[in-house]
Protein backbone atom coordinates (compact mmCIF):
# COMPACT_ATOMS: atom_id res chain seq x y z
CA UNK A 1 0.00 0.00 0.00
CA UNK A 2 1.59 3.28 -1.33
CA UNK A 3 0.71 6.54 0.58
CA UNK A 4 1.59 10.08 -0.67
CA UNK A 5 0.65 12.89 -3.22
CA UNK A 6 0.52 10.53 -6.38
CA UNK A 7 1.20 7.21 -4.74
CA UNK A 8 3.29 4.63 -7.06
CA UNK A 9 4.90 1.53 -7.06
CA UNK A 10 8.29 0.87 -9.34
CA UNK A 11 9.83 -2.59 -10.31
CA UNK A 12 12.67 -3.55 -13.07
CA UNK A 13 13.13 -7.00 -14.29
CA UNK A 14 15.52 -8.14 -16.96
CA UNK A 15 15.04 -10.30 -19.73
CA UNK A 16 17.93 -12.05 -21.13
CA UNK A 17 17.91 -13.08 -24.22
CA UNK A 18 15.29 -10.68 -25.84
CA UNK A 19 16.15 -7.68 -28.07
CA UNK A 20 15.22 -4.44 -27.36
CA UNK A 21 12.57 -4.33 -30.41
CA UNK A 22 11.55 -7.69 -28.64
CA UNK A 23 10.85 -6.31 -25.34
CA UNK A 24 8.99 -3.56 -26.52
CA UNK A 25 6.22 -4.84 -28.50
CA UNK A 26 5.55 -7.33 -26.35
CA UNK A 27 5.45 -4.76 -23.84
CA UNK A 28 2.81 -3.49 -26.44
CA UNK A 29 1.01 -6.70 -26.37
CA UNK A 30 1.02 -6.65 -22.54
CA UNK A 31 -0.85 -3.61 -22.40
CA UNK A 32 -3.74 -4.53 -25.03
CA UNK A 33 -3.79 -7.76 -23.49
CA UNK A 34 -4.68 -5.92 -19.68
CA UNK A 35 -7.67 -4.17 -21.64
CA UNK A 36 -4.96 -1.02 -20.68
CA UNK A 37 -5.52 2.29 -22.73
CA UNK A 38 -2.40 3.33 -25.00
CA UNK A 39 -1.79 6.90 -24.66
CA UNK A 40 1.40 8.48 -25.22
CA UNK A 41 3.96 6.35 -26.75
CA UNK A 42 7.63 6.69 -28.34
CA UNK A 43 10.65 3.87 -29.45
CA UNK A 44 11.15 3.83 -26.16
CA UNK A 45 8.63 3.70 -24.19
CA UNK A 46 4.58 4.28 -23.72
CA UNK A 47 1.88 5.25 -21.12
CA UNK A 48 -0.83 3.07 -20.65
CA UNK A 49 -4.01 4.35 -18.52
CA UNK A 50 -5.62 1.20 -16.47
CA UNK A 51 -9.98 1.20 -16.56
CA UNK A 52 -11.62 3.39 -14.05
CA UNK A 53 -13.31 0.52 -11.89
CA UNK A 54 -14.09 -0.47 -7.90
CA UNK A 55 -10.90 -2.16 -8.19
CA UNK A 56 -8.78 0.75 -10.35
CA UNK A 57 -9.20 4.31 -10.39
CA UNK A 58 -7.04 4.85 -13.83
CA UNK A 59 -3.95 4.54 -12.66
CA UNK A 60 -1.40 5.67 -15.16
CA UNK A 61 1.40 2.76 -16.10
CA UNK A 62 4.82 4.16 -17.33
CA UNK A 63 6.51 2.06 -19.22
CA UNK A 64 10.53 2.26 -19.87
CA UNK A 65 12.70 -0.11 -22.33
CA UNK A 66 16.13 -0.49 -21.78
CA UNK A 67 18.80 -3.12 -23.15
CA UNK A 68 17.50 -6.55 -21.63
CA UNK A 69 15.48 -4.46 -19.09
CA UNK A 70 12.08 -2.94 -18.53
CA UNK A 71 11.28 -0.50 -16.12
CA UNK A 72 7.29 -0.41 -14.99
CA UNK A 73 5.79 2.30 -12.74
CA UNK A 74 2.31 2.29 -11.69
CA UNK A 75 0.77 5.89 -10.92
CA UNK A 76 -2.00 7.28 -9.59
CA UNK A 77 -3.70 9.84 -11.39
CA UNK A 78 -6.50 11.39 -9.33
CA UNK A 79 -6.87 12.90 -5.73
CA UNK A 80 -5.72 9.92 -3.95
CA UNK A 81 -3.52 9.61 -0.55
CA UNK A 82 -3.23 5.65 -0.69
CA UNK A 83 -3.49 3.64 -3.30
CA UNK A 84 -4.68 0.22 -1.38
CA UNK A 85 -2.16 -1.73 -3.22
CA UNK A 86 -3.53 -0.86 -6.57
CA UNK A 87 -0.19 -0.11 -8.05
CA UNK A 88 1.65 -2.45 -7.13
CA UNK A 89 -1.24 -4.84 -8.38
CA UNK A 90 -0.94 -2.86 -11.62
CA UNK A 91 2.72 -4.18 -12.20
CA UNK A 92 2.72 -7.20 -10.54
CA UNK A 93 -0.05 -7.76 -13.50
CA UNK A 94 1.96 -6.38 -15.95
CA UNK A 95 4.82 -8.46 -15.80
CA UNK A 96 2.70 -11.78 -14.91
CA UNK A 97 1.01 -11.27 -18.37
CA UNK A 98 4.50 -9.94 -20.33
CA UNK A 99 6.04 -13.56 -19.33
CA UNK A 100 3.00 -14.98 -21.01
CA UNK A 101 3.13 -13.21 -23.86
CA UNK A 102 6.88 -13.69 -24.42
CA UNK A 103 7.71 -15.25 -27.42
CA UNK A 104 4.34 -15.31 -29.30
CA UNK A 105 4.70 -13.18 -31.68
CA UNK A 106 6.70 -13.61 -34.77
CA UNK A 107 10.06 -11.93 -35.53
CA UNK A 108 8.44 -10.72 -38.58
CA UNK A 109 5.24 -9.23 -36.55
CA UNK A 110 7.57 -7.84 -33.94
CA UNK A 111 9.85 -5.93 -36.64
CA UNK A 112 6.64 -4.57 -38.58
CA UNK A 113 5.16 -3.54 -35.64
CA UNK A 114 8.14 -1.78 -34.60
CA UNK A 115 8.67 -0.04 -37.98
CA UNK A 116 5.27 1.22 -37.54
CA UNK A 117 6.03 3.59 -34.69
CA UNK A 118 7.58 6.04 -36.38
CA UNK A 119 4.23 7.36 -38.02
CA UNK A 120 2.25 5.72 -35.33
CA UNK A 121 3.28 8.02 -32.36
CA UNK A 122 3.30 10.99 -34.33
CA UNK A 123 0.99 13.65 -32.23
CA UNK A 124 -0.25 16.80 -32.92
CA UNK A 125 2.25 20.32 -31.95
CA UNK A 126 -0.23 20.99 -29.60
CA UNK A 127 -0.97 17.71 -27.54
CA UNK A 128 -0.02 17.70 -23.59
CA UNK A 129 1.29 15.02 -22.35
CA UNK A 130 -0.28 13.82 -19.45
CA UNK A 131 1.15 15.85 -16.28
CA UNK A 132 3.07 13.99 -13.58
CA UNK A 133 5.46 15.20 -10.88
CA UNK A 134 8.31 14.72 -12.63
CA UNK A 135 7.09 17.01 -15.42
CA UNK A 136 6.22 19.36 -12.86
CA UNK A 137 10.32 19.45 -11.97
CA UNK A 138 10.03 18.16 -8.21
CA UNK A 139 12.48 16.75 -6.32
CA UNK A 140 11.90 12.93 -4.44
CA UNK A 141 11.82 14.05 -0.64
CA UNK A 142 8.87 15.50 0.97
CA UNK A 143 9.59 19.08 1.46
CA UNK A 144 9.99 19.44 -2.62
CA UNK A 145 5.91 19.89 -2.34
CA UNK A 146 7.13 23.18 -0.60
CA UNK A 147 9.88 24.84 -2.91
CA UNK A 148 9.16 26.85 -5.69
CA UNK A 149 10.68 24.70 -9.04
CA UNK A 150 10.77 25.42 -12.46
CA UNK A 151 6.98 24.38 -13.78
CA UNK A 152 6.39 24.24 -10.04
CA UNK A 153 6.73 27.56 -8.91
CA UNK A 154 3.21 29.35 -8.15
CA UNK A 155 1.65 26.25 -6.76
CA UNK A 156 4.19 26.44 -3.40
CA UNK A 157 4.00 30.19 -2.68
CA UNK A 158 0.17 29.76 -2.40
CA UNK A 159 0.61 26.99 -0.22
CA UNK A 160 3.15 28.79 1.99
CA UNK A 161 1.22 31.62 2.14
CA UNK A 162 -1.67 30.47 3.14
CA UNK A 163 0.36 28.10 5.93
CA UNK A 164 1.98 31.21 7.04
CA UNK A 165 -0.97 32.96 7.57
CA UNK A 166 -2.53 30.12 9.68
CA UNK A 167 0.37 30.33 11.67
CA UNK A 168 0.24 33.42 12.64
CA UNK A 169 -3.06 33.77 13.41
CA UNK A 170 -2.54 30.94 15.98
CA UNK A 171 0.18 32.54 17.11
CA UNK A 172 -1.71 36.03 17.64
CA UNK A 173 -4.16 33.11 19.76
CA UNK A 174 -6.56 32.21 17.62
CA UNK A 175 -7.84 28.67 18.49
CA UNK A 176 -5.57 25.84 16.21
CA UNK A 177 -9.00 23.55 15.66
CA UNK A 178 -11.72 25.83 15.10
CA UNK A 179 -11.16 29.66 15.50
CA UNK A 180 -14.31 31.53 16.36
CA UNK A 181 -16.41 33.84 13.71
CA UNK A 182 -14.98 37.27 15.74
CA UNK A 183 -11.40 36.22 14.75
CA UNK A 184 -12.27 35.01 11.54
CA UNK A 185 -13.51 38.59 10.51
CA UNK A 186 -10.88 40.49 12.13
CA UNK A 187 -8.12 38.30 10.09
CA UNK A 188 -10.26 39.26 7.00
CA UNK A 189 -13.00 36.40 6.37
CA UNK A 190 -15.96 37.05 3.84
CA UNK A 191 -18.87 38.57 5.91
CA UNK A 192 -21.60 40.52 4.16
CA UNK A 193 -22.06 43.20 6.16
CA UNK A 194 -18.43 43.57 6.76
CA UNK A 195 -17.65 43.21 2.55
CA UNK A 196 -20.22 45.29 1.41
CA UNK A 197 -19.82 48.03 4.11
CA UNK A 198 -16.58 48.99 1.71
CA UNK A 199 -14.09 46.26 2.59
CA UNK A 200 -14.26 44.82 -0.60
CA UNK A 201 -10.45 43.36 -0.01
CA UNK A 202 -12.04 40.38 1.78
CA UNK A 203 -12.98 38.62 -1.48
CA UNK A 204 -9.30 38.13 -2.04
CA UNK A 205 -8.17 37.95 1.84
CA UNK A 206 -10.73 35.51 2.68
CA UNK A 207 -9.38 33.26 -0.04
CA UNK A 208 -6.14 33.05 2.28
CA UNK A 209 -7.85 32.36 5.47
CA UNK A 210 -9.17 29.05 7.13
CA UNK A 211 -11.17 27.70 9.46
CA UNK A 212 -8.80 25.57 11.71
CA UNK A 213 -5.88 23.33 10.73
CA UNK A 214 -8.18 20.10 8.97
CA UNK A 215 -9.59 22.83 6.94
CA UNK A 216 -6.30 24.17 6.25
CA UNK A 217 -4.40 20.44 5.41
CA UNK A 218 -7.36 19.46 3.18
CA UNK A 219 -7.48 22.71 1.19
CA UNK A 220 -3.55 22.55 0.87
CA UNK A 221 -3.56 18.65 -0.48
CA UNK A 222 -5.96 19.34 -3.07
CA UNK A 223 -3.88 22.53 -4.26
CA UNK A 224 -0.90 20.71 -3.92
CA UNK A 225 -2.62 18.05 -6.23
CA UNK A 226 -4.11 20.51 -8.81
CA UNK A 227 -1.12 22.40 -8.81
CA UNK A 228 0.96 19.66 -9.97
CA UNK A 229 -1.34 18.37 -12.82
CA UNK A 230 -1.96 21.94 -13.95
CA UNK A 231 0.64 24.70 -13.40
CA UNK A 232 2.89 22.87 -15.64
CA UNK A 233 -0.06 23.15 -18.67
CA UNK A 234 -0.30 26.77 -17.98
CA UNK A 235 2.29 28.45 -17.19
CA UNK A 236 2.90 30.52 -14.24
CA UNK A 237 1.42 33.98 -15.34
CA UNK A 238 -2.17 31.52 -16.40
CA UNK A 239 -1.97 29.32 -13.11
CA UNK A 240 -1.77 32.44 -10.71
CA UNK A 241 -4.49 34.09 -12.72
CA UNK A 242 -7.17 31.51 -12.62
CA UNK A 243 -6.59 31.08 -9.04
CA UNK A 244 -7.08 34.61 -8.13
CA UNK A 245 -9.98 35.03 -10.22
CA UNK A 246 -11.73 31.78 -9.02
CA UNK A 247 -11.29 32.91 -5.48
CA UNK A 248 -13.01 36.54 -6.30
CA UNK A 249 -15.49 34.93 -8.30
CA UNK A 250 -16.40 31.97 -5.53
CA UNK A 251 -15.94 34.70 -3.00
CA UNK A 252 -18.72 36.77 -4.28
CA UNK A 253 -21.08 33.97 -5.14
CA UNK A 254 -20.67 33.41 -1.35
CA UNK A 255 -21.61 37.32 -1.03
CA UNK A 256 -24.31 36.56 -2.90
CA UNK A 257 -26.15 33.66 -1.62
CA UNK A 258 -25.36 34.04 2.52
CA UNK A 259 -26.59 37.07 4.42
CA UNK A 260 -25.06 35.81 7.87
CA UNK A 261 -22.34 33.50 6.72
CA UNK A 262 -18.59 34.17 7.69
CA UNK A 263 -16.98 32.42 5.23
CA UNK A 264 -12.77 31.60 4.76
CA UNK A 265 -11.08 29.06 2.85
CA UNK A 266 -8.94 28.39 -0.74
CA UNK A 267 -11.53 26.28 -1.58
CA UNK A 268 -13.51 28.92 -3.91
CA UNK A 269 -10.21 29.12 -5.70
CA UNK A 270 -9.01 25.27 -5.48
CA UNK A 271 -12.76 24.20 -7.07
CA UNK A 272 -11.86 26.91 -9.83
CA UNK A 273 -8.58 25.09 -10.62
CA UNK A 274 -10.33 22.23 -10.52
CA UNK A 275 -12.68 23.47 -13.01
CA UNK A 276 -10.21 25.13 -15.30
CA UNK A 277 -8.79 21.08 -15.48
CA UNK A 278 -12.47 20.13 -16.17
CA UNK A 279 -12.75 22.56 -19.16
CA UNK A 280 -8.80 21.39 -20.49
CA UNK A 281 -10.21 17.65 -20.02
CA UNK A 282 -13.23 18.29 -22.47
CA UNK A 283 -10.72 19.49 -25.54
CA UNK A 284 -7.82 17.38 -27.48
CA UNK A 285 -5.01 19.56 -25.40
CA UNK A 286 -4.68 16.68 -23.43
CA UNK A 287 -3.56 12.87 -25.07
CA UNK A 288 -7.08 10.83 -25.65
CA UNK A 289 -6.27 7.86 -23.02
CA UNK A 290 -4.45 10.21 -20.65
CA UNK A 291 -7.92 12.89 -20.79
CA UNK A 292 -10.34 9.85 -20.50
CA UNK A 293 -9.20 8.39 -16.93
CA UNK A 294 -8.63 11.39 -15.73
CA UNK A 295 -11.87 13.19 -16.07
CA UNK A 296 -13.90 10.31 -14.64
CA UNK A 297 -11.42 11.02 -11.59
CA UNK A 298 -11.83 14.68 -11.87
CA UNK A 299 -15.17 14.49 -11.98
CA UNK A 300 -16.28 11.96 -9.24
CA UNK A 301 -13.66 14.08 -7.14
CA UNK A 302 -16.03 17.69 -7.80
CA UNK A 303 -19.21 15.56 -7.58
CA UNK A 304 -18.28 14.11 -4.05
CA UNK A 305 -17.16 17.49 -2.60
CA UNK A 306 -20.16 19.04 -4.24
CA UNK A 307 -22.63 16.79 -2.62
CA UNK A 308 -20.76 16.69 0.62
CA UNK A 309 -20.94 20.89 1.11
CA UNK A 310 -24.80 20.23 1.12
CA UNK A 311 -24.44 19.49 4.88
CA UNK A 312 -24.17 22.53 7.12
CA UNK A 313 -20.72 24.35 7.70
CA UNK A 314 -19.49 24.31 3.94
CA UNK A 315 -19.51 27.29 1.75
CA UNK A 316 -20.80 25.75 -1.29
CA UNK A 317 -21.71 28.83 -3.37
CA UNK A 318 -18.19 29.36 -3.33
CA UNK A 319 -17.15 26.06 -4.50
CA UNK A 320 -19.55 26.75 -7.42
CA UNK A 321 -19.07 29.96 -7.99
CA UNK A 322 -14.99 28.71 -8.19
CA UNK A 323 -16.21 25.42 -10.05
CA UNK A 324 -17.79 27.76 -12.98
CA UNK A 325 -15.05 30.87 -13.08
CA UNK A 326 -12.69 27.93 -13.53
CA UNK A 327 -14.61 26.45 -16.56
CA UNK A 328 -15.26 29.45 -18.50
CA UNK A 329 -11.17 30.34 -18.03
CA UNK A 330 -10.13 27.12 -18.93
CA UNK A 331 -12.21 27.45 -22.28
CA UNK A 332 -10.85 30.96 -22.47
CA UNK A 333 -7.15 29.87 -22.75
CA UNK A 334 -7.60 27.24 -24.73
CA UNK A 335 -6.97 29.50 -28.38
CA UNK A 336 -3.88 30.60 -26.68
CA UNK A 337 -2.78 26.95 -25.04
CA UNK A 338 -3.50 25.86 -28.90
CA UNK A 339 -0.70 28.47 -30.36
CA UNK A 340 1.55 28.68 -27.22
CA UNK A 341 4.14 30.34 -29.49
CA UNK A 342 1.79 33.57 -30.10
CA UNK A 343 2.76 35.72 -27.00
CA UNK A 344 0.05 38.07 -28.11
CA UNK A 345 -3.10 36.27 -28.23
CA UNK A 346 -1.68 34.65 -24.85
CA UNK A 347 -1.85 37.96 -22.99
CA UNK A 348 -5.14 38.81 -24.79
CA UNK A 349 -6.80 35.70 -23.50
CA UNK A 350 -6.07 36.68 -20.26
CA UNK A 351 -6.87 40.35 -19.93
CA UNK A 352 -10.43 39.74 -21.52
CA UNK A 353 -11.06 36.99 -19.28
CA UNK A 354 -9.74 38.85 -16.41
CA UNK A 355 -12.23 42.03 -17.47
CA UNK A 356 -15.07 39.20 -17.67
CA UNK A 357 -14.59 37.83 -14.12
CA UNK A 358 -13.74 41.17 -12.34
CA UNK A 359 -16.66 42.68 -13.87
CA UNK A 360 -19.20 40.06 -12.89
CA UNK A 361 -17.43 40.07 -9.36
CA UNK A 362 -18.24 44.07 -9.67
CA UNK A 363 -21.99 43.83 -11.05
CA UNK A 364 -22.98 40.95 -7.96
CA UNK A 365 -21.14 43.09 -5.09
CA UNK A 366 -22.84 45.97 -6.21
CA UNK A 367 -26.42 44.12 -6.49
CA UNK A 368 -26.20 42.28 -3.46
CA UNK A 369 -28.39 43.74 -0.71
CA UNK A 370 -26.79 44.32 2.40
CA UNK A 371 -29.64 44.86 4.73
CA UNK A 372 -28.23 43.80 7.75
CA UNK A 373 -25.09 46.45 7.14
CA UNK A 374 -27.63 49.14 6.26
CA UNK A 375 -29.42 48.04 9.73
CA UNK A 376 -26.40 48.19 11.54
CA UNK A 377 -26.39 51.75 10.24
CA UNK A 378 -29.74 52.08 11.34
CA UNK A 379 -28.78 50.81 14.79
CA UNK A 380 -26.01 53.31 15.64
CA UNK A 381 -28.37 56.48 14.08
CA UNK A 382 -30.90 54.89 16.64
CA UNK A 383 -28.03 55.09 19.54
CA UNK A 384 -26.96 58.34 18.39
CA UNK A 385 -30.72 59.99 18.96
CA UNK A 386 -31.34 58.16 22.23
CA UNK A 387 -28.24 59.72 23.80
CA UNK A 388 -30.16 63.03 22.70
CA UNK A 389 -33.55 61.91 24.24
CA UNK A 390 -31.45 61.01 27.10
CA UNK A 391 -30.25 64.27 27.59
CA UNK A 392 -33.29 65.92 29.67
CA UNK A 393 -31.25 63.41 32.79
CA UNK A 394 -28.42 65.50 32.44
CA UNK A 395 -30.70 68.76 32.74
CA UNK A 396 -30.29 70.84 35.70
CA UNK A 397 -33.69 70.32 37.14
CA UNK A 398 -33.35 73.91 39.04
CA UNK A 399 -33.32 75.20 35.71
CA UNK A 400 -36.72 77.77 34.92
CA UNK A 401 -39.86 75.64 34.31
CA UNK A 402 -39.89 76.87 30.46
CA UNK A 403 -36.56 75.41 29.18
CA UNK A 404 -37.64 72.14 31.43
CA UNK A 405 -40.92 71.85 29.75
CA UNK A 406 -38.95 72.91 26.40
CA UNK A 407 -36.00 70.20 26.70
CA UNK A 408 -38.73 67.35 27.52
CA UNK A 409 -40.83 68.29 24.69
CA UNK A 410 -38.62 69.69 21.31
CA UNK A 411 -35.69 67.81 22.43
CA UNK A 412 -36.56 64.32 24.89
CA UNK A 413 -40.17 63.67 22.81
CA UNK A 414 -39.37 64.63 19.95
CA UNK A 415 -36.04 62.37 19.57
CA UNK A 416 -37.94 59.36 21.11
CA UNK A 417 -40.20 59.37 18.22
CA UNK A 418 -37.41 60.12 15.97
CA UNK A 419 -35.60 56.62 17.23
CA UNK A 420 -39.29 54.90 17.06
CA UNK A 421 -39.16 56.12 13.31
CA UNK A 422 -35.80 54.77 12.70
CA UNK A 423 -36.74 51.19 14.07
CA UNK A 424 -39.98 51.25 11.87
CA UNK A 425 -37.77 51.74 8.99
CA UNK A 426 -35.17 48.97 9.84
CA UNK A 427 -38.41 46.66 10.88
CA UNK A 428 -39.28 47.14 6.78
CA UNK A 429 -35.91 45.43 5.29
CA UNK A 430 -34.87 41.77 5.22
CA UNK A 431 -33.53 40.04 8.28
CA UNK A 432 -33.84 37.29 10.73
CA UNK A 433 -36.53 36.95 13.13
CA UNK A 434 -34.56 37.63 16.12
CA UNK A 435 -33.87 41.46 14.73
CA UNK A 436 -37.70 41.57 13.77
CA UNK A 437 -38.03 40.51 17.47
CA UNK A 438 -35.75 42.73 19.06
CA UNK A 439 -37.49 45.33 16.86
CA UNK A 440 -40.44 45.42 18.28
CA UNK A 441 -39.15 45.66 21.67
CA UNK A 442 -37.29 48.49 20.76
CA UNK A 443 -40.49 50.27 19.44
CA UNK A 444 -42.01 49.76 22.90
CA UNK A 445 -38.77 51.04 24.81
CA UNK A 446 -39.62 54.24 22.83
CA UNK A 447 -43.35 54.14 23.13
CA UNK A 448 -43.42 53.39 26.79
CA UNK A 449 -40.16 56.44 26.93
CA UNK A 450 -42.93 59.22 25.04
CA UNK A 451 -45.40 57.95 27.70
CA UNK A 452 -43.44 58.69 30.67
CA UNK A 453 -41.91 61.91 29.17
CA UNK A 454 -45.40 62.81 28.94
CA UNK A 455 -46.22 62.68 32.22
CA UNK A 456 -42.99 64.30 33.22
CA UNK A 457 -44.47 66.57 30.93
CA UNK A 458 -47.17 67.68 32.65
CA UNK A 459 -46.13 67.01 36.14
CA UNK A 460 -43.50 70.05 35.66
CA UNK A 461 -46.00 71.89 33.87
CA UNK A 462 -48.28 71.73 36.87
CA UNK A 463 -45.84 71.50 38.97
CA UNK A 464 -47.27 68.41 41.36
CA UNK A 465 -45.81 64.76 42.20
CA UNK A 466 -49.12 63.67 40.98
CA UNK A 467 -48.00 61.37 38.37
CA UNK A 468 -44.88 59.88 40.57
CA UNK A 469 -46.13 56.63 40.95
CA UNK A 470 -47.31 56.11 36.94
CA UNK A 471 -43.98 57.70 36.04
CA UNK A 472 -41.74 55.13 38.13
CA UNK A 473 -44.02 52.15 36.97
CA UNK A 474 -43.10 53.51 33.53
CA UNK A 475 -39.50 53.22 34.38
CA UNK A 476 -40.07 49.74 36.08
CA UNK A 477 -41.40 48.72 32.45
CA UNK A 478 -38.16 50.29 30.46
CA UNK A 479 -36.18 48.58 33.25
CA UNK A 480 -37.54 45.48 32.46
CA UNK A 481 -37.08 45.47 28.46
CA UNK A 482 -33.49 47.03 28.69
CA UNK A 483 -33.05 43.90 30.30
CA UNK A 484 -34.41 41.65 27.74
CA UNK A 485 -32.72 43.47 25.35
CA UNK A 486 -28.94 43.51 26.57
CA UNK A 487 -29.50 39.36 26.66
CA UNK A 488 -29.80 39.43 23.56
Avoid at 371 to 390: P, W
Wanted: hydrophobic share 45%.
Amino acid sequence: MAFGVSPRNIQEQIFDGLTYEELLITAFETANKLNWKIGFTSQRAFIAYSKFSMSSWGEAIHVNVEHQKLIVKSECTGNQIIDWGKNKQNVDAFFNAFKETMGKLSPDDIAHRYQQLGTDVTAPSHLIKAPSKKLAGLGGHFFSFFIPAKTYFITPIIINLNILVFVVMILSGVDVMLPDTESLIVWGANFRPATLGGEWWRLLSSCFLHIGVIHLLMNVYALMYIGMQLEPMLGKRRFLLAYLLSGVAGSVNSLYWHELTVSAGASGAIFGMYGVFLAMLTTNLIERAARQTMLTSIAIFVGYNLLNGVRGGIDNAAHIGGLIAGLVIGYSFYPSLLKPNEEKLRYLTMTMVSLAVLTYAFVIYQRTPNDIGTYEQKMNEFVTIESLALGFYNKDLSAPKEELLKEIKDHGIHYWKEGMRIIAEADKLSLPEVLHAKNKKLIKYCDLRIKCYQLIYKAVAENTENYKIEIENYDKQIEDIVKELSIQ
